[in-house]
């Protein structure tokens, strides 16, 4: 678990980013509505949680950065001892003060009233304030009716003296570096990860459906983390549906001479791990699916080594792209090189955080000591009726990188041993 005292490091960091005689409003949002009356389960604003540690809807965070003072206030929903009936219980103000680290923390009724008293002009509790920072992520809901964009016309409409600025990106730059701590969370969703793999192995064999593997990685999976659930819909696809890169339906049979693809991850404290790995049904591969996988092998290990400090993500894709080709024109898989766009069609890489596909600076921005990126060439070949794709996820360090998910199976050898004994 995060402790307090980091989210406060986070949020001293952004101060540092915001000029002189600013604000920064941040929403956990609201949860999206669904049909009739019914929502889908909420999901906390990354952002907001990323600088809080909470995940309660309806709050939201206030900071202020006036002619070098700081300031931090905190703004949580009511007590309702009806509400709590229905839904369970809120924090306290004090229990989110101890979460947060913030000190100031109000009711969420109090919010309309301090915001004023910092942007209106006659109040001015803190100075002139000419700039308000607002996280305009389109999809942000605030309130029952409201996006965040739209508060953002509210705010210029009352306020016309300030400007009002989108703070996304500010956060997100912090977001691409981890922390040790939050090392720990990775290795830790990891480990449960493994777990459940490890579960859908034994259990893998022809006559099971696809989606008895994928219940089966979900409860395992819940059982280790106290039910923190899953970091994405798992992918759990066989045959031919290994072609396609996000199966959504897993309602085939296992059948003798398939491969079986799993993509798919645990949570631990919202940081995602990201896992995909691809195991022969008949738990040894035959001599084209083994040659097809090591392909993909050897370049998931090409990029693990090649990654560091300075590369991109589009060098990492340019890398993938030549090595897949070049193999496959080897193997007699393709005809000539350019053809590997119909069996490779994605990137190589993503960051991974607090989001699956964390948000960052963009493909061509160059690696950092502290990024989490993912590492999952594929090839995807429906006349050979199978694919592969293998995915390891990646700390880049001082000199390179440390591939986190090192202890998840994935030599031939490895997997048809593990099946001898299982």
């Known amino acids: ?28 949002g609201k949860a999206k509505s669904a049909s009739a009356d019914e929502t889908y389960p909420f999901e906390v604003n990354r952002n907001f949680y990323y600088l809080t540690g909470i995940d309660q809807e309806g709050s939201s965070l206030l900071l202020i950065n006036a002619d070098g003072e700081k300031k931090e206030y905190l703004f949580v929903d009511p007590y309702n001892p009806v509400k709590e009936k229905w839904y369970g219980k809120k924090l306290t103000p004090e229990e989110a003060k101890d979460l947060s680290d913030v000190s100031n923390v109000l009711l969420t009724s109090a919010l309309t009233a301090k915001l004023d008293s910092v942007l209106n002009e006659k109040l001015a509790e803190f100075g002139s304030i000419n700039t308000l920072f607002l996280d305009l992520e389109k999809e942000l809901k605030i309130e029952e009716d409201t996006f965040t964009t739209d508060y953002a016309e509210s705010v210029k409409a009352v306020y016309p003296n300030v400007t009002v600025e989108d703070c996304y990106k500010m956060i997100v730059r912090l977001r691409m570096v981890k922390s040790p701590l939050e090392i720990e969370e990775f290795r830790k969703a990891i480990q449960i990860t493994a777990m459940g793999i490890r579960a859908v192995m034994c259990a893998q064999r022809e006559g099971v459906k696809e989606y008895e593997l994928a219940d089966l990685f979900l409860h395992t999976v819940n059982d280790e983390s106290a039910y923190q659930g899953l970091a994405f819909p798992t992918i759990m696809a066989s045959g031919i549906h290994t072609t396609v890169l996000h199966y959504p339906t897993p309602l085939d049979t296992l059948k003798k001479g398939d491969m079986l693809q799993l993509d798919l991850g645990a949570r631990n404290g919202y940081y995602c791990a990201d896992v995909s790995r691809a ?46 080709a070049s ?6 898989i393709i005809s000539k090189k350019e053809d590997i766009k119909d069996i490779y069609f994605h990137s190589v890489s993503h960051h991974i955080g607090l989001d699956t ?13 502290g990024n989490v990126i993912s590492d999952e060439p594929g090839l995807y070949i429906a006349e050979l009726g199978f694919g592969v794709r293998i995915e390891d996820d990646l700390l880049i360090t001082k000199n390179g990188a440390e591939v986190l998910t090192a202890d998840i199976i994935k030599e031939v050898s490895d997997i048809e041993q593990f099946y001898k004994g299982n």
């Open 1 to 28: 678990m995060i402790p307090a005292v980091e989210y406060s490091k986070r949020r001293d960091r952004l101060f540092a980013n915001m000029p002189n005689n600013s604000a920064l409003l941040v929403f956990a």
């Open 279 to 324: 195991f022969p049904v008949d738990r040894k591969f035959s001599d084209i699916q083994k040659t097809v996988y090591e392909i993909v092998l050897g370049c998931n290990k090409v990029i693990a080594n090649y990654a560091k400090p300075g590369v991109t993500l589009a060098d990492l894709q340019s890398v993938t792209v030549e090595y897949l």
């Open 327 to 332: 193999e496959c024109l080897a193997k007699g």
């Open 357 to 369: 596909h964390d948000p960052c600076e963009g493909k061509t921005f160059p690696l950092e000591e």
